[in-house]
């Protein structure tokens, strides 16, 4: 039966305004050859005590860190690496790409649990294949703020896929895409990105109306790239692919994070059309950080172009937000390809199996 969203569920302002929370999926593989295993339920029974939570996923070949709420984009990270090195110490391995290289379709087993069952059920082959990404929650003030927070960074989600596209192979060959976790999400529904919202009150009927329709419970199911997230007080960016490199990540986080906060204090931006999102997030799985994006124009202009005005846009949060390291990180990150062009590097000089050690090595290495 469908839950209609409530007073109760709504959680906005209850924390820190512009706290900061991150969730990481990683998959769980062999510590020598990468290959992935469907160990989660082993790796959990065997995890100590940490600081943040470790979940199975979907997938029992998969892990999802999840940090506690900060202040700051480095005490995230900080956690997230704490929660790397518990998994590791019970002798799983990690492994940070928005799809594993090589697994091939079918070999993921689905967790044993009543809501992936019911995904499974719902999605069929859709979820054949396990995507792993980055998701950050950034907290809200109020109802108000979420949604122009929402409806500013839609205009953002392009970018932000092109500069975390860190998936180029699938099923053991190059897809041809920067991002092929992207083009597997596109078989899910509910994995797009929604219209701009008015307000609170049209999430709120736009949710309940969605769940009846698709015979969901509630709006955690719907994948968007981007969501408000009232139980949690947040608003949630689910674009981005899991990376190996925590700096890379932290750098991303960082982004996310100014953004955010510059779309609250910013005048509301005009309804980019989702036609145009749209066509900008295939192009950012398709091209990554060499590619070109539409501008609010339809005007296509260089990854790195459209990266140097969002720092010029956001450099005041940076120090607001004590995220100016972090940030500074992103041209270096832009210049060697993003993932996506740092496994095809590895890969051109010594094939598959050494982007497997370098994810691994990269992983591993916090």
Same mark, same amino acid.
């Given at each position: 039966?469908?839950?209609?969203?409530?007073?109760?569920?709504?959680?906005?302002?209850?924390?820190?305004?512009?706290?900061?929370?991150?969730?990481?999926?990683?998959?769980?593989?062999?510590?020598?050859?990468?290959?992935?295993?469907?160990?989660?339920?082993?790796?959990?029974?065997?995890?100590?005590?940490?600081?943040?939570?470790?979940?199975?996923?979907?997938?029992?070949?998969?892990?999802?860190?999840?940090?506690?709420?900060?202040?700051?984009?480095?005490?995230?990270?900080?956690?997230?690496?704490?929660?790397?090195?518990?998994?590791?110490?019970?002798?799983?391995?990690?492994?940070?790409?928005?799809?594993?290289?090589?697994?091939?379709?079918?070999?993921?087993?689905?967790?044993?649990?009543?809501?992936?069952?019911?995904?499974?059920?719902?999605?069929?082959?859709?979820?054949?294949?396990?995507?792993?990404?980055?998701?950050?929650?950034?907290?809200?003030?109020?109802?108000?703020?979420?949604?122009?927070?929402?409806?500013?960074?839609?205009?953002?989600?392009?970018?932000?896929?092109?500069?975390?596209?860190?998936?180029?192979?699938?099923?053991?060959? &190059?897809?041809?895409?920067?991002?092929?976790?992207?083009?597997? #999400? +596109?078989?899910? %529904? =509910?994995? !797009? /990105?929604?219209?701009?919202?008015?307000?609170?009150?049209?999430?709120?009927?736009?949710?309940?109306?969605?769940?009846?329709?698709? &015979?969901?419970?509630?709006?955690?199911?719907?994948?968007?790239? #981007? +969501?408000?997230? %009232? =139980?949690? !007080? /947040?608003?949630?960016?689910?674009?981005?692919?899991?990376?190996?490199?925590?700096?890379?990540?932290?750098?991303?986080?960082?982004?996310?994070?100014?953004?955010?906060?510059?779309?609250?204090?910013?005048?509301?931006?005009?309804?980019?059309?989702?036609?145009?999102?749209?066509?900008?997030?295939?192009?950012?799985?398709?091209?990554?950080?060499?590619?070109?994006?539409?501008?609010?124009?339809?005007?296509?202009?260089?990854?790195?172009?459209?990266?140097?005005?969002?720092?010029?846009?956001?450099?005041?949060?940076?120090?607001?937000?004590?995220?100016?390291?972090?940030?500074?990180?992103?041209?270096?990150?832009?210049?060697?390809?993003?993932?996506?062009?740092?496994?095809?590097?590895?890969?051109?000089?010594?094939?598959?199996?050494?982007?497997?050690?370098?994810?691994?090595?990269?992983?591993?290495?916090?």
């Amino acid at each position: 039966m469908v839950s209609p969203l409530t007073d109760h569920d709504e959680n906005f302002g209850s924390g820190q305004p512009f706290s900061i929370g991150v969730e990481e999926e990683l998959f769980l593989v062999d510590p020598v050859s990468g290959l992935q295993t469907n160990s989660s339920e082993a790796v959990l029974e065997r995890l100590g005590e940490t600081v943040g939570t470790v979940e199975r996923e979907l997938h029992a070949c998969q892990v999802e860190l999840i940090t506690g709420v900060h202040t700051s984009v480095g005490e995230a990270v900080r956690e997230l690496a704490g929660l790397r090195r518990a998994v590791r110490r019970t002798g799983a391995a990690l492994l940070g790409s928005g799809t594993h290289p090589v697994a091939g379709e079918g070999d993921a087993a689905i967790t044993d649990r009543e809501r992936y069952e019911r995904i499974h059920f719902l999605l069929g082959d859709a979820v054949v294949t396990p995507v792993a990404g980055l998701h950050i929650h950034v907290g809200m003030p109020d109802s108000e703020t979420a949604i122009k927070v929402f409806n500013g960074l839609r205009r953002d989600l392009p970018l932000l896929l092109a500069l975390a596209a860190n998936s180029p192979f699938r099923h053991g060959r &190059d897809t041809g895409l920067a991002s092929a976790r992207e083009l597997s #999400l +596109r078989g899910w %529904p =509910r994995s !797009g /990105t929604p219209r701009a919202l008015r307000d609170f009150a049209d999430f709120c009927e736009m949710s309940q109306l969605l769940t009846r329709a698709a &015979d969901v419970p509630d709006y955690t199911w719907f994948w968007w790239k #981007l +969501r408000p997230h %009232p =139980r949690l !007080g /947040t608003v949630e960016i689910r674009a981005l692919d899991a990376q190996a490199s925590l700096a890379d990540a932290g750098a991303l986080i960082a982004l996310v994070h100014c953004l955010a906060r510059d779309a609250a204090e910013r005048e509301p931006v005009e309804n980019h059309p989702p036609e145009l999102i749209d066509e900008g997030i295939f192009r950012a799985a398709r091209f990554g950080v060499r590619g070109e994006l539409p501008d609010t124009q339809g005007r296509r202009r260089p990854v790195a172009d459209l990266l140097e005005d969002a720092l010029e846009r956001v450099g005041a949060r940076a120090f607001q937000l004590g995220c100016g390291e972090e940030l500074a990180r992103l041209p270096e990150l832009l210049k060697r390809g993003g993932g996506a062009g740092m496994q095809r590097s590895t890969y051109e000089i010594a094939g598959i199996e050494a982007v497997l050690r370098e994810l691994l090595q990269h992983t591993g290495g916090t």
